[in-house]
């Protein structure tokens, strides 16, 4: 009997000491305009370079359709591009209109994405919205969910290669798989303007996350006047109603693009979207409130 | 049902290993690194001032950490994100395609969002 018992003392003992002991090796490189982060357990940390050779190919894809479709003005798309295409339609129906791929028409008169930046006239807005209604002189992109699209074919190659652990993070759409260790993947949303602070802290198990922000794509007029990267296609301006959207959601692909489209609604009409669509939503508004709709903070507890 | 002496000093050294084990887990060592298109280079964390791309980037070092305080970017957001010093850090600057961050073997957070 003390026998029995001394080794179910040392079977706890060393379950305590060895077994959390999953090692995980993060690999970051460059990809989609931003850093891309890949933690996986060491056993499969080789699979970093097939995750990276996939999520760059998928890139340069929807990169040189996307070109050439803004240079043809012929928008027919075909396999992947059609897909992001239809996503998008969907998208602009469920914003009736203000958020749209084809929104890049107004950014691109702003400067975006590389620069040189500026504003321009009330009357070149107005024809790019009128341009936008109408289809004519269109500039496309894929941008606000096509990163997130990206991130999900990689999960789907890890899981191919049966991954059960690992997290892909694109520059803050992210998506984790399984847990890590003895715990769920946890997950800081940043602070709009402070450095070292966070808004939330969530866990997350096989789901995505992303968050779309006025403070990391953006320049400032003469004035001191703000403007970034997200434009409402029937005004051609920024909302004005948050400084940062977060949404959890099952794919990596439609929690980045929400992030974006609920940046230009209210918060009533976010409400009863992500109720409908089941998706945690965290807002930080203009007037410095942090709102979490939807479920979010169940996210917050372990 | 009686604990012999010897089960004891078993027991004890198990629980003096493990606790020293989970002890070690946490503590995590610090490590710098720039990343950039060549790849993933460690930065040794001493007194150092680092020039790249012919002195449009410029990195200070000390035994702490690192910060960008010169680069070419538009928006200066890696110049203004600061110190890169604790577990978990970054520092991006995403049209010259160059980061610092700082990472430990364990993290109050596994990724940023943002």
Redesign the interface.
């Known amino acids: ?2 026998r029995l ?2 080794q179910i ?2 079977l706890i ?2 379950a ?3 077994g ?1 002991s999953e090692k995980f090796e ?5 990809s989609m ?3 891309v ?1 890949i ?1 996986l357990p060491e056993k499969h940390k080789n699979l970093e370079i097939d995750v990276r050779s996939k999520m760059t190919k998928l890139e340069n894809l929807v990169k040189s359709s996307s070109e050439k479709a803004n240079e043809s003005q012929n928008f027919n798309f075909t396999g992947v591009m059609n897909e992001l295409a239809e996503y998008g339609e969907q998208y602009s129906e469920m914003t009736e209109g203000r958020f749209s791929i084809y929104a890049y028409t107004i950014a691109k008169l702003y400067g975006f994405h ?2 040189p ?1 500026t504003e321009p006239s009330e009357d070149d807005i107005e024809k790019a919205v009128d341009d936008i209604d109408k289809m004519k002189d269109v500039k496309m992109d894929m941008g606000a969910f096509a990163k997130g699209y990206i991130v999900d074919k990689a999960v789907e190659l890890l899981r191919s290669k049966c991954v059960d652990n690992a ?1 892909i ?1 694109a ?4 998506y ?1 798989i399984g847990i ?1 260790g003895d715990r769920k ?6 602070h709009p303007d402070k ?2 602070e ?1 808004i939330s ?1 969530v866990h997350l198990e096989d789901k995505a ?3 779309s ?1 006025d ?5 400032e007029t003469k004035n001191g006047k703000r403007i970034y990267h997200i434009f409402d296609a029937t005004t051609g301006k920024n909302p004005e109603f948050y400084r940062s959207v ?1 949404v959890i959601a099952d794919t990596t692909e439609k929690a980045d693009a929400l992030a974006t489209i609920f940046f230009l609604l209210p918060e009533t009409d976010i409400k009863i979207r992500c109720s409908k669509l089941k998706t945690p939503v965290l807002l930080y508004n203009k007037k410095d409130v942090v709102k979490k709709l939807c479920g979010w903070e169940n996210f917050e507890n372990k | 049902m009686k604990i012999s002496k010897a089960d004891f000093l078993v027991i004890a050294a198990l629980l003096i290993v493990s606790i020293f084990a989970m002890t070690l887990n946490g503590r995590g060592e610090k490590r710098l690194y720039l990343i950039s298109e060549d790849g993933k280079s460690e930065i040794s964390l001493k007194d150092d001032r680092i020039e790249l791309d012919d002195g449009d980037i410029i990195l200070e070092v000390t035994s702490n950490g690192a910060r960008f305080v010169k680069n070419d970017c538009p928006n200066k957001i890696c110049i203004s994100a600061g110190w890169v010093k604790d577990c978990g850090d970054t520092a991006a600057c995403v049209p010259n395609k160059y980061a610092l961050t700082m990472e430990c073997s364990e993290v109050p957070y596994d990724a940023v969002s943002q």
């Open positions: 009997m003390p018992f001394t003392i040392c003992l060393i305590l000491t060895f959390c993060t690999e970051r490189f460059y305009g931003t850093f982060s933690t590389e620069g930046y997290m993070n520059g803050g759409d992210l984790a890590k993947w946890r997950v800081a949303v940043k450095t070292d966070f802290i996350l992303a968050t922000g403070y990391e794509r953006f320049f977060s």
